[in-house]
């Protein structure tokens, strides 16, 4: 259920930055948003890990 729930926070987090881009145009305010978004990514990938 964590997973499930982290995978759509990461879906409403990448819809916002992706409206966020499309709208603004800057060439930094891309860049800026990619790093952010590879950043959610890995965290969400490192914390939804099966632990044992």
């Known amino acids: 259920m964590n997973r499930i ?3 759509f926070a990461f ?3 990448s819809g916002f930055l ?3 881009v499309s709208e603004i145009e800057e060439t ?7 790093l952010t978004a590879a950043l959610a ?3 969400f990938w490192t914390s939804s890990k099966n632990k044992n």
């Not at 930094?28 to 990619?34: A, G, K, Q, S």
């Open 11 to 13: 879906a409403v987090l």
């Open 18 to 20: 992706y409206i966020l």
């Open 41 to 43: 990514a890995y965290d």
């Open 28 to 34: 930094d305010l891309l860049v800026v948003v990619l």
């Open 5 to 7: 729930l982290a995978l």
